[in-house]
Structure formats: structure tokens, C-alpha cells
Antibody
Framework: QVQLVESGGGVVQPGRSLRLSCAAS????????MYWVRQAPGKGLEWVTV????????YYADSSKGRFTVSRDNSNNTFYLEMNSLRAEDTAVYYC???????????????WGQGTLVTVSS | DIQMTQSPSTLSASVGDRVTITCRAS??????LAWYQQKPGKVPKLLIY???TLETGVPSRFSGSGSGTEFTLTISSLQPDDFATFYC????????FGQGTKVEIK
């Protein structure tokens, strides 16, 4: 079965950096676009970024553009979110998620990890 | 960017009620709309994709309809397990979510 496991969350000071990882298993990782979605405490879902199945394309929400970088390693079934210049408003649970169909990234998010909490605080 | 607006924000209903949640897109998204259910402290779960296709394992009391800019999620007979927050999401760039609809026990 599809399994997505995030890691790398924690408490970080404003302005610092953090790198999240998402380890995937149970499917052919290199065939699927992958997403990061976040949820601030008590708030709704916010899409952060997407990376295409082969890593050749990425899109970012305006809130993360220029500060966050998504990447993937298809040989190790893992993808990453490098977050720089973190702000208090980046405090959230960060979920990794998989596209619902191969190759396409215009797709629903069919499988989600359990999430990792990032707290930006001095 | 395409904005997604859900209504209502909160809905109070009883077991057995028919419940409808509306999602409006600021631009035409054809049928690229998904619905998710999230219970407190839990991971979002995909219910419906491409407006009306039920994800495997989702009970048939859930249904979706619409096209273009207006969409609905209907629960034909609300069950105790259905009390949760529901989100719509448009699945074309940039994948925005609605603000959520919390379904509460009346």
C-alpha cells in the first residue's frame, strides 16, 4: 500500500532554515507528481508546492515562492522541501501528498503522509 | 490565481439529514475539482475527484456534481462518522483549496 512518511519538522527561529523529507513506498515513485500542503493550527489547507514526476517542473504558492525549494530523488523514492527565511506564519503541519494519477500533476491528492509540525518561534 | 469559495462555513445537521456543501471557483475549472474530508487531528482523506468520481472505498451516500465554476458535495443521509470538515480543491495550477465547511452535530 502507498506509504508517505514525512520527517524534519521541529522548532526553528525566524529567519532560519529547515529541510523536510518525505519517504515514499508502495508505488512507482518516479511516475507521480508530488505535493506539499500545509495547515496552520486551527486553519484550513494550503497548497505549498508541487514537483513533476521527473523533477523537471515545480510550481510554488505565492507564500513560498523565492523562499522554499522542492526537489526529489527518484533513485531513493524521496522528495524534499527546503525552507529558508522562515517566518512565524510558516508555522504549520506540513503534509506530503501524491497525485492521484501517473504523470499528470493536474490531479487530485490521493494519498497523504501523517504530517510533520514546523514551529517558527524565537 | 483561482479562488475557491465554500458555503456554508459551518453546517449543523442531524444524523439522517441530507447535506449539501457548495464550492464556487473564480474561474472555469471544467471538472477539475476534488473533495476531501478531515477529522480533528487526522490526515485529509480524498472523497471525490473530477467533480463526481468516488474514491475507492468511499460510501455511496457521498456524491459530487457541477461543472465550470459551481460544484456541490452531497451527503444523502448523514452518518455519525461523517461529522468533520470538508474541503474542495481545484486541481489545476495553483491547486487552491476552499476554506472548509465544518459539519457539526445539531
Amino acid at each position: 500500500q502507498v506509504q508517505l512518511v514525512e520527517s524534519g519538522g521541529g522548532v526553528v527561529q525566524p529567519g532560519r532554515s529547515l529541510r523536510l523529507s518525505c519517504a515514499a513506498s508502495g508505488f512507482t515513485f518516479s511516475h507521480y507528481a508530488m505535493y506539499w500542503v500545509r495547515q496552520a493550527p486551527g486553519k484550513g489547507l494550503e497548497w505549498v508546492t508541487v514537483i513533476s514526476f521527473d523533477g523537471s517542473n515545480q510550481y510554488y504558492a505565492d507564500s513560498s515562492k523565492g523562499r522554499f525549494t522542492v526537489s526529489r530523488d527518484n533513485s531513493n523514492n524521496t522528495f524534499y522541501l527546503e525552507m529558508n527565511s522562515l517566518r512565524a506564519e510558516d508555522t504549520a503541519v506540513y503534509y506530503c501528498a501524491r497525485a492521484g494519477r501517473e504523470i499528470l500533476w493536474f490531479a487530485e491528492l490521493s494519498d497523504w503522509g501523517q504530517g510533520t509540525l514546523v514551529t517558527v518561534s524565537s | 490565481d483561482i479562488q475557491m469559495t465554500q458555503s456554508p462555513s459551518t453546517l449543523s445537521a442531524s444524523v439522517g439529514d441530507r447535506v449539501t456543501i457548495t464550492c464556487r471557483a473564480s474561474q472555469n475549472i471544467t471538472n477539475w475539482l476534488a473533495w476531501y474530508q478531515q477529522k480533528p487531528g487526522k490526515v485529509p482523506k480524498l472523497l471525490i475527484y473530477k467533480t463526481s468520481t468516488l474514491e475507492t472505498g468511499v460510501p455511496s451516500r457521498f456524491s459530487g456534481s457541477g461543472s465550470g465554476t459551481e460544484f456541490t458535495l452531497t451527503i444523502s443521509s448523514l452518518q455519525p462518522d461523517d461529522f468533520a470538515t470538508f474541503y474542495c480543491q481545484q486541481c489545476i495550477s495553483p491547486w487552491t483549496f476552499g476554506q472548509g465547511t465544518k459539519v457539526e452535530i445539531k
